[in-house]
């Protein structure tokens, strides 16, 4: 069985490959941290933060990535990114979902700067 988390992703993937994404990687884990979704649009490569938060009590699913959470993705993705000398234009993008269903589906694109 599916835990909750896998299945936002995997919703969240598909919303964006549907919309001409595509998936570099999945799950990247480092020490600072791991990032969801490494995506490619266009020319851009797209850090993606996907959150299910089924509460808004607590400000809900966008709300739920913090400045602390903001600065580990970032330390993420410079890990990702390696020494290339060539780097490409990057954003972070969070998926906000308040259920699993992808008519609920919440983009935000560059919702935060490194």
Known sequence: MK?????AEDLALAFLQDLGLKL???NY?????EIDLV???GETTVF??????KSVSFGGA???????KQQRLIAAAQHYLGG????PPCRFDVIA???????RVEWIKDAFGA
């Open 29 to 33: 884990r480092c020490r600072f941290g």
């Open 97 to 103: 979902l308040d259920r699993l269903d992808s008519d």
């Open 39 to 41: 995506l490619q649009d």
């Open 84 to 87: 290339r000398r060539d780097l």
């Open 62 to 68: 966008a709300a739920s990535v913090t400045s602390a």
């Open 24 to 26: 570099l990687a999945r």
């Open 3 to 7: 835990t909750a988390g896998i299945a």
């Open 48 to 53: 993606a933060e996907v959150r299910l938060r």
